[in-house]
């Protein structure tokens, strides 16, 4: 049973001291042991009579693989290991009863800004156990990082990709698109094309992910190219003012090509989410797809699985400039991931009794070996490390080709080795900001209003949502979500 000490004993400042339980073997390996301090050289697991407790948010299946792996944490550091599962209401409380905690990589943020959880100790990041240099570049830089501190390991990040039949663009005379313009163009172009061994019905020229929860994000990520500026740290909010930039040039032509493209498509294509979007791609229903793909069982598939390619989101050659209103050309292609979509982050919460032992947890739940298997099991993670890139098909369905998974993992590891990238908003309200871009992306495709007309009303809403929740305190999260400490 898990149980909080009368008095909680930090143990931060201490941590240096405590390499023999710290930095000894992570869970694989050989036991760790140290000696008893009667110097009678007699060993002993390093964290008997512990009991640690893990939470883990809104995801069953990774929290049941943790629990296979509670037994031989035991055996080896002599810790007992309670997996709990929690939802998202769970965490709302300013004292979540756990020591360790995984969440979705958006809640880096409101965590953080309600001082929940403990930021990673340097010395813990360098430890060779760990390879912390390992983690894609993106993912350690920025995902887990709020203000200028790391508070989280990563577990992965599924991450949006391109996936395109290879056989109809080959028959086209098209290459795989490499910026939005591309994109746009080959999407127009098989909405008046058969496409080899397509469906029957009218051709599709894209599908992506625009239903409820996801029309939003979809934008976001087809936006964060035509954001992305060097002279500016802003991309959804004015830095300084919280005055929402989301109806600029940037978004509204965005939305304006999210249109035109899904005309292309399916209109029951208003209704998917990435999952159902690789259903109807492999069911031949279209050329290209914004997706990613979770390993949700065996993939069933009217095309050759082999004739599916996987790229990076396209990117853009120009971004809009704030300072002077205007377009500018860029010197070469950029692509700017979007992040905190999905994915895992580990941390520990500042709460914990045991704070030396809850670090060698997460440790070990995030290394190369138990963070791999951990993860597998999750429908909402992937790659998390650069060296997990060479097997990228055990995060991938069943019946996905090695060339295919190959390529697959190419895409993810060239976007996590970026040093740029545009998050899905990680600050408290997200979910509200969110919805109301939602409904103003839906509104745009179904042809309600126009893009500028949608964007505008989200764009007033998200002010209010600002003057709700106190705009000052929202904009020094917003700011260190940025990487800034103000």
């Known amino acids: 049973m898990f149980r909080f000490e009368s008095s909680p004993k930090r143990l ?61 944490w035991q055996a080896r550091t002599g810790s007992e290991l309670t997996v709990v599962g929690l939802a998202m209401a769970d965490t709302a409380r300013d004292n979540i009863a756990a020591d360790v905690l995984f969440f979705p990589t958006a809640m880096l943020g409101p965590l953080v800004e309600r001082k929940l959880l ?27 990082s709020f203000g200028e501190q790391a508070w989280a390991a990563p577990l992965g990040s599924p991450g949006l990709v391109l996936m395109y039949r290879k056989d109809a663009l080959a028959a086209a005379g098209l290459s795989v698109p490499k910026t939005w313009a591309e994109y746009q163009e080959a ?32 934008l976001l990520a087809r936006s964060a190219a ?16 919280m005055r929402p930039l989301i109806d600029g040039p940037p978004f509204v032509l965005a939305l304006e090509e999210l249109v035109a493209a899904s005309d292309t498509g399916p209109i029951d294509q208003r209704e998917f989410d990435p999952v159902k979007v690789r259903e109807a791609f492999l069911a031949g229903r279209g050329a290209l797809a914004i ?20 790229a990076e989101l396209p ?18 292609l950029l692509s700017v991931p979007l992040l905190s979509v999905n994915g895992r982050l580990g941390a520990v919460l500042k709460s914990t009794p045991h704070e030396a032992a809850a670090f060698r947890l997460l440790a070990a739940l995030t290394s190369a070996d138990w963070g791999a298997r951990i993860s597998h099991a999750s429908p909402q993670t992937g790659p998390s490390r650069r060296s997990q890139l060479s097997k990228p098909e055990d995060w991938l369905p069943r019946g996905i080709p090695l060339a295919s998974a190959t390529e697959y993992g190419a895409a993810l590891g060239a976007a996590g080795a970026r040093t740029q990238g545009m998050h899905a908003l990680r600050i408290p309200g ?3 900001y969110l919805a109301a871009l939602d409904q103003a992306v839906r509104d745009a495709v179904e042809g309600k209003v126009k893009p500028q007309e949608a964007l505008s009303a989200a764009a007033k809403q998200w002010s209010e949502i600002t003057a709700q929740l106190g705009r000052e305190s929202q904009r020094k999260a917003y700011q260190r979500s940025l990487g800034l400490e103000p």
């Open 118 to 144: 403990t930021p990673l100790p340097a010395p813990w990041k360098a430890a060779s156990t760990l390879a912390w240099d390992d983690f894609l570049e993106l993912s350690r830089q920025r995902e887990c």
């Open 187 to 218: 999407a127009a172009h098989f909405q008046k094309h058969p496409l080899p061994g397509g469906a029957e019905g009218k051709p599709a020229g894209s599908l992506e992910p625009l239903g409820s929860g996801w029309a939003g994000i979809t």
């Open 226 to 241: 035509y954001v992305r500026h060097p002279s500016h740290y802003s991309d959804l909010f004015d830095v300084e003012s």
């Open 12 to 72: 931060l400042p201490t941590l240096l001291l405590l390499s023999g339980i710290l930095w000894g073997p992570l869970g694989c390996g050989s036991t760790p042991t140290d000696k008893k301090s009667d110097g009678s050289g007699t060993n002993e697991l390093p964290l008997k009579g512990i009991t640690l407790r893990l939470g883990v948010v809104d995801d069953p299946a990774l929290a049941a693989e943790v629990g296979r792996l509670a037994a031989e």
């Open 291 to 310: 997706t990613w793909l979770p390993p949700s069982g065996p993939v069933s598939s009217t095309i050759p699985t082999d004739g599916c390619g996987f």
């Open 430 to 432: 997200r979910e509200k």
């Open 315 to 332: 990117g853009a050659n120009k971004s809009f400039d704030l300072k002077d209103l205007k377009w500018q050309d860029r010197p070469a």
